[in-house]
């Protein structure tokens, strides 16, 4: 796809359980720098009942307060947890609040362990929920401005709409799937969402990481009203070395080794492939990257951040990913 045009990054945002301000500031803080380092885009992932932002849309709604230009996405909202019409609301509300900057992304599927949570999330319709792509459907009928409600007028004193407010506009073009497989990447293209793949893809043809997310791209576009323009990011862990003390170093290094057993060979009775997280200098980085498969496919990228780094190194991957990992790529910061 030539140069990389959209640089972004993706933050899962842990905090301390008996002091959790302290990680979501942190978070915040993140997406400050980035925005001041020209990223394009930051990314918050969801982590519900654990010590990760669980209310991703209420993080960005205070992102947009703090930060004036770069995009925000959720990766991902897994909608298992939501309902689609009250979801609609608040990412038109903030993505009234951010001037058009929201980049909702969304997955389906039951909630991870839903046996234990169901009793609590949904007491009395666990067993008629529908959390097929049929769910996604309805969000994007809502967002895009279908109707909401039989009524829309004036009772009393009140006045309705029959669909969700506010409206945004644009907001209906800038919602993602997260896709892990030859079946989600058509239906989002079907569908005529963006496309989200990561660094975790279903092994269903091969299990060759790079040929798997190379086809679920290839299969989305091919299924996208705007075919080859159609919009994918793809998100791997990458962890530039460039200015990172030896300690920093030693550190990335043994955090990837430890993961990388589980990328030999597909996991689980789902038969999930993982990339292997790519650390190195940005000139050894962008050289692994310009001959991978899936990313010759996309010309714009949302790196993961690893999970459990401190907050110096976090400033110090990303610092190097927007002065030396990303100009090697072809990529400009923003303005």
């Given amino acids: 796809m030539g140069a990389l045009r959209r ?24 997406i400050e720098l980035g925005e001041r380092l020209g990223f394009d ?12 932002i669980s209310s991703p849309v209420a993080v960005l709604a205070a992102a947009s307060q703090r930060t004036s230009r770069i995009h925000l996405g959720t990766a991902v909202i897994p909608l298992g947890w939501e309902n689609p019409l009250r979801l609609a609301e608040d990412l038109a509300t903030v993505d009234v609040l951010s001037g058009g900057r929201l980049n909702p992304g969304v997955s389906v599927g039951p909630p991870i362990n839903f046996d234990d ?14 959390f097929s792509y049929t769910r996604v459907r309805r969000l994007l009928d809502l967002v895009r401005g279908e109707r909401a409600s039989e009524f829309g007028g004036t009772q009393g004193f009140e ?7 506010p409206h945004s506009p ?39 990481f790079e040929e798997i997310q190379q086809s679920h791209i290839r299969e989305f576009r091919a299924h996208h009203p705007d075919g080859d323009k159609a919009r994918v990011s793809q998100g791997l862990v990458v962890i530039p070395t460039d200015s990172a003390t030896a300690e920093q170093r030693a550190k990335y290094l043994a955090y990837a080794e430890s993961r990388t ?11 999930m492939m993982f990339a292997r997280d790519i650390v190195g200098t940005s000139a050894q980085i962008a050289e692994r990257l310009q ?3 899936g990313f010759r496919e996309v010309s714009e990228v949302a790196f993961a951040l690893p999970f459990s780094f401190d907050h110096a190194d976090y400033v110090q991957i990303l610092t190097d990913i927007a002065t030396h990992l990303g100009p090697a790529l072809g990529w400009h910061p923003a303005a």
Avoid at 193 to 205: D, H, I, P
């Fill in 117 to 130: 949570v169901k009793a609590a999330l949904y007491p009395d319709t666990a067993d008629a929920e529908d």
């Fill in 7 to 30: 640089l972004g990054f993706l933050t899962i945002g842990l905090f301390d359980g008996a002091a959790p301000r302290a990680g979501h500031e942190t978070t915040l803080e993140i």
């Fill in 291 to 293: 001959a991978h498969a």
């Fill in 170 to 208: 644009g907001l209906g073009s800038r919602l993602w799937y997260g896709g892990g497989s030859l079946s989600s990447a058509r239906w989002a293209g079907e569908n005529g969402m963006n496309f989200l793949t990561s660094s975790v893809v279903k092994a269903e043809r091969s299990e060759d």
């Fill in 41 to 52: 885009s930051a990314w918050v992932r969801h982590r519900h009942l654990q010590y990760g």
């Fill in 261 to 271: 057993p589980r990328t030999t060979t597909p996991q689980g009775p789902a038969r």
């Fill in 159 to 165: 006045v309705y709409s029959d669909r969700v407010q």
